[in-house]
């Protein structure tokens, strides 16, 4: 049974950091495109930063330049590295990982840990 644990989250002052992880169990990722997703409150959930088997990366605007996604796969891992946080970065972080390996941009993600909350205060 796969499994996706997220790690990470907490209370920040605007401009600081926070390290998420994620680390997977049941199924080996290495290539299989992983992801982090996000969810604040009264809006729907969005994409923040995916990783595919090559390591190539990919972003939202918002968060370019200041948030690097990374893996580790002998460790079934996949990082977001958050710098110069803002209170709009304020939300529940979800990691996800897609359905297939050397999936698409848009293949669906199928598997997602339980959360992490990142509040960041004004």
């Known amino acids: 049974q796969v499994q996706l644990v997220e790690s990470g989250g907490g209370l920040v002052q605007a401009g600081g950091s926070l390290r998420l992880s994620c680390v997977a169990s049941?199924?080996?990722?290495?290539?299989?495109?992983m992801g982090w997703f996000r969810q604040a409150p009264g809006k729907e959930r969005e994409f923040v930063a995916a990783?595919?088997?090559?390591?190539?990366?990919y972003y939202q605007s918002s968060v370019k330049g200041r948030f690097t996604i990374s893996r580790d796969n002998d460790k079934n891992t996949v990082y977001l590295q958050m710098n110069s946080l803002i209170p709009e970065d304020t939300a529940v972080y979800y990691c996800?990982?897609?359905?297939?390996?050397?999936?698409?941009?848009?293949?669906?993600?199928?598997?997602w840990g339980q959360g992490t909350q990142v509040t960041v205060s004004s």
């Open positions: 996800g990982v897609q359905g297939r390996p050397y999936g698409s941009g848009s293949e669906p993600y199928e598997y």
């Open positions: 049941g199924r080996t990722f290495s290539m299989y495109t």
């Open positions: 990783i595919n088997w090559s390591r190539g990366t």
